[in-house]
Structures are given as structure tokens and as C-alpha cells.
């Protein structure tokens, strides 16, 4: 689908299942961010914008039981479907969502607005809400002070090249007073328990650039990821392994 980073279309198109595997989940209290901040209740329609496999689309659906997700990619909406089939997922993005004007009261990109951070996007997102209507963002983030999250991220970061990304910042660049308010952010601690497979190995190898990366450059991402949980004192025979990070949200509010 055209507007799609080649890193997401072939990226996810391959690790779908691995990225629903892996991924974390997103802290309870943001039930209540919601709710309260976000002003969503059971009379709300509210859309869930680059969904991927439906990881928020499930608290979300909690709190406002009309819940729509759009997602491009059709490997990702599969996973998403095959754990919650009755969501109405559609196939769009966020400079073509498919849906009326002013037909939404809230809409939420978990872990998606870094890719399509531009002023087409948040007019297009401007179009589909209601007058009052509210955008939220949010993001996992890792906690990078623990020394073994950061050995992680210098494993990672060589490779990834143009693809965007949260931590650069630049997202914030599409938000100059036109279509939205701005951000107003809330934090979270988060924890992400499993096995060292799940945590760690799913999580990053479902990264987009990694996925997209040709074999011989993924297998030696695979080892050093291995080679770390194997010596590193944290991990190092563990079965369980608690990783943390710091849940990011923020709410826009609609310019009417």
C-alpha cells in the first residue's frame, strides 16, 4: 500500500506473528487515562489508528466497546483479527483513513504516529474526529538506564538507517497549532515479564529494520541478542526475565 515505510511494509509483512508474540502490552492505569483524559466512554466510537495486531486495540476495546482499527499492513491486520474477530478492522492509513467526516470521538496510534508524522496525516486524522474530538499518542519506551536495555539498543541501532522512529523527536515537527493542540504528556512505569524469548528475542527481532534486514545481517543480530541473555549477569540462566520500560502518553486536543 502506497504511504507505507518500506521498513513497516516488509518488515511487519514477515514478523507479524513474532511482533504479536513479543511485543509488550500496555500498563492497566492507561484504562484510566482513557477514560479520563481522553474522555472515552461506552458511548464513544473510537478509532485505533495503525493497529498492527490489535496489542492496544484490546485495552481500548475495555473502555469504548465501538472500537474501528485501520492498519496497512495485511499481514499484521490477520494477526489482529485471529485474536479479536470481532473488531471492525479496516484497510487504511493515516493519510487515507476510510471513514465519514466528523464520525469518531477519539483516536489512538499505539506505537504507529512516528511513521506517519506529517501535516497530511493530522489533517486527514482532523477530518474523521468529531468537533472536540481527542488524539492520543502513545509509546513503550525502554528503559534504557538498566545496562542490559541500552546493550540492546547498540545492537539494534546500526542498522537502522531512515526508518522512523520515536526517540528522534521528530514527530513533534507536525504539530504547529493547525489541526491540534499540543501534546500534553502522561507517564507510566512498565514491566514486561516473560521468558528471554518472548522479551527480548521476539521484541527486537520483530523491530521493523531488523525484520526487513537481509539473512546473514539478521543472524548476526539473532547471536548477539543469544550472546548477551547468555552472559549477561541479569539474564544470564534465567527463565523469567523482567523488562522494563516507561509508557509515554499524550493527548492532543482538536483545533475546531
Known amino acids: 500500500m502506497t504511504g507505507v515505510h518500506t521498513s513497516a511494509q516488509q518488515g511487519f509483512s514477515t514478523q507479524a506473528a513474532t511482533y504479536a508474540q513479543g511485543r509488550p502490552d500496555y500498563p ?5 487515562w482513557l477514560t ?29 466497546p465501538t472500537v474501528i482499527a485501520v492498519e496497512p499492513v495485511a499481514a499484521m491486520g490477520a494477526q489482529l483479527t485471529k485474536g479479536m474477530p470481532d473488531v471492525h478492522l479496516l484497510t487504511g492509513t493515516a493519510e487515507a483513513i476510510p ?4 464520525s469518531t470521538d477519539a483516536l489512538v496510534c499505539a506505537q504507529s504516529f512516528h511513521w506517519f508524522s506529517t501535516q497530511a496525516a493530522l ?18 519506551m ?25 526517540h528522534t523527536g521528530q514527530w513533534r515537527a507536525a504539530f504547529t497549532g493547525e489541526y491540534f493542540s499540543a501534546a500534553q504528556m502522561t507517564c507510566f512505569p512498565y514491566t514486561h515479564v516473560g521468558s ?5 528475542m521476539d521484541r527486537f527481532l520483530s523491530v521493523s529494520f531488523i525484520a526487513a534486514l537481509p539473512a546473514d545481517k539478521k543472524a548476526t543480530v539473532t547471536e548477539q541478542l543469544h550472546t548477551l541473555i547468555q552472559t ?15 509508557t509515554q502518553a499524550y493527548r492532543c486536543l482538536r483545533v475546531d
Open 28 to 32: 492497566r492505569q492507561l484504562t484510566g
Open 36 to 64: 479520563e483524559v481522553l474522555q472515552i466512554n461506552a458511548q464513544s466510537t473510537v478509532v485505533d489508528l495503525g493497529a498492527g495486531t490489535g496489542k492496544f486495540t484490546r485495552l481500548l476495546s475495555t473502555v469504548a
Open 99 to 102: 471513514l465519514e467526516d466528523a
Open 123 to 140: 489533517r486527514e486524522i482532523h477530518r474523521v474526529l468529531k468537533p472536540g474530538g481527542r488524539l492520543g499518542l502513545i509509546w513503550n
Open 142 to 166: 525502554r528503559d534504557e538506564s538498566v545496562d542490559w536495555v541500552a546493550a540492546i539498543t547498540a545492537i539494534i541501532t546500526p542498522y537502522e538507517g531512515d526508518t522512523p522512529r520515536f
Open 196 to 200: 528471554p524469548q518472548e522479551v527480548i
Open 232 to 246: 549477561h549477569p541479569a539474564l544470564r540462566g534465567r527463565d523469567t526475565v523482567a523488562f522494563p520500560y516507561q
